[in-house]
């Protein structure tokens, strides 16, 4: 009993709070009754199986992917459906995909100013200088005149990562962000994720990192089916899973 109302108490408080949330793509159910927390300054790694509904869950918390019921709350506000409203939502919620979704046609520096000038109303100056600033800080300073096209695979998602934090959001979303890189170039990208949750930055990551996740996650969370399965501290996790359908997951995945 006291661990329900445990959780009641930080659904309704966290930074990002998800309830009762469902999701359907035809008849397929991919989000089932969805309740989760994060606080501020936590890093959540939610891993699973594919088709678990990982990626899905991450989408939803932007409204790239609209819920069909439930509430999702941001900072104690309600996701808006549509306009400014949204804009600015999306502004405060910083996105990192498997792809780097950057612009071919404009420079790093380009790719990293744009949301800043365009959403926050910075001056060019202003913005040029924070750029400069974070690409620093995720190793890729001197690429800043370069297209998207002359970097590395690795280089071009660290230039996404900052350029999500170009608009200083509350909370970082990162959708499988090492899937789609050589695996030379994954661990500078882990790197940077790293630094960022010592710093304490809010963060929910959709990762088949495991290292990542025992090395940074304040928290796992394992989907399977569209259902949160069990969700532990990461070492809890990973020495002594308390479910079958997780002890299965990680009896494949770490044996390899």
Do not use: W
């Not at 990162?174 to 790293?194: G, R």
Request: proline share 4%; net charge negative; charged share 25%.
């Amino acid at each position: 009993m006291s661990d329900s109302s445990a959780v009641d108490t930080v659904t309704t408080t966290g930074l990002v709070s998800l309830r009762d949330v469902n999701k359907h793509f035809g008849d397929l159910h991919v989000l089932k009754d969805i309740n989760l927390s994060i606080g501020k300054g936590e890093v959540v790694v939610v891993i699973g199986p594919s088709g678990s509904g990982k990626s899905t869950l991450c989408r939803a918390i932007n409204r790239l992917e609209p819920i069909d019921s439930g509430t999702i709350m941001l900072d104690g506000q309600p996701l808006p459906g549509e306009g400014k409203a949204l804009a600015k939502l999306r502004a405060d919620v910083g996105m990192v995909f498997q792809s780097f979704n950057l612009f071919a046609h404009k420079t790093i520096l380009q790719n990293v100013t744009l949301g800043p000038m365009k959403v926050r109303g910075q001056s060019r100056s202003e913005a040029e200088e924070n750029a400069r600033a974070l690409l620093e800080r995720v190793g890729v300073a001197a690429q800043a005149d370069k297209y998207p096209a002359q970097l590395s695979g690795g280089q071009q998602q660290r230039v996404a990562i900052a350029r999500a934090l170009a608009m200083d959001p509350k909370v970082m979303l990162f959708d499988e962000p090492t899937s789609a890189l050589d695996p030379e170039m994954i661990n500078e990208v882990l790197d940077v994720m790293i630094g960022l949750a010592r710093q304490s930055m809010t963060m929910i990551v959709v990762t088949h990192e495991m290292g990542f996740a025992r090395k940074a996650a304040n928290r796992v969370v394992f989907m399977a089916d569209g259902q949160i399965v069990e969700e532990a501290e990461p070492e809890r996790f990973f020495t002594d899973p308390q479910t079958k359908r997780a002890q299965d997951f990680l009896s494949k995945i770490l044996t390899h």
